[in-house]
């Protein structure tokens, strides 16, 4: 009789300490939220601070004709603001693109110390993060730069989907 209380108590106690210790998901799922939704307001409020008030406007400059997009397929155009780095061109080489700005912001760092003029701009219809290793005015340039990359970086099989973003 003992025996089988002694295992029935047991096996309550056991089925208590396993069912009451589960981790919760929604705790990792509402940190993460909370995480994005901080990047996204710090977006935010880069995108609407007023620029400075300019004491002098020079005059206006004549514009140079719009070069002709080349055919559909070679680039992708996306709405996207720059957040690390230098202003971008009209046609930009993308190697990489993260849901996360940390891991952008990493590889940004590597491809620095390798003597790229590295950018990240975020994809603001998409929320991705995309890493940007050269920009140009002509679309020859930038697919001939998308071109000797590739082949820098052959062995690298992610650096191989690399692609153009064309800026209006």
Known sequence: MKKIVFLVGTCLCLTLAFTSCKSSSSAYKKA???AKQQEMEQA???QTTPPAAPTYVAPAQPVAPAQPAPAQGDYRTENSQLVAGSP???YSVV????GVKAN???LK???DANGYDTRIVFN???NMYRVIVASYDSYAEANSAKQQFKSRY???PDFQKAWLLYVK
Request: proline share 0%; hydrophobic share 30%.
């Open 104 to 106: 952008a912001e990493n």
């Open 95 to 98: 190697i990489s693109s993260f």
């Open 124 to 126: 603001t219809e998409r």
């Open 32 to 34: 993460y939220e909370k």
């Open 44 to 46: 935010q409020a880069q």
């Open 109 to 111: 760092s590597k491809m």
């Open 88 to 90: 971008l061109k009209a």
């Open 154 to 156: 052959a062995s690298n």
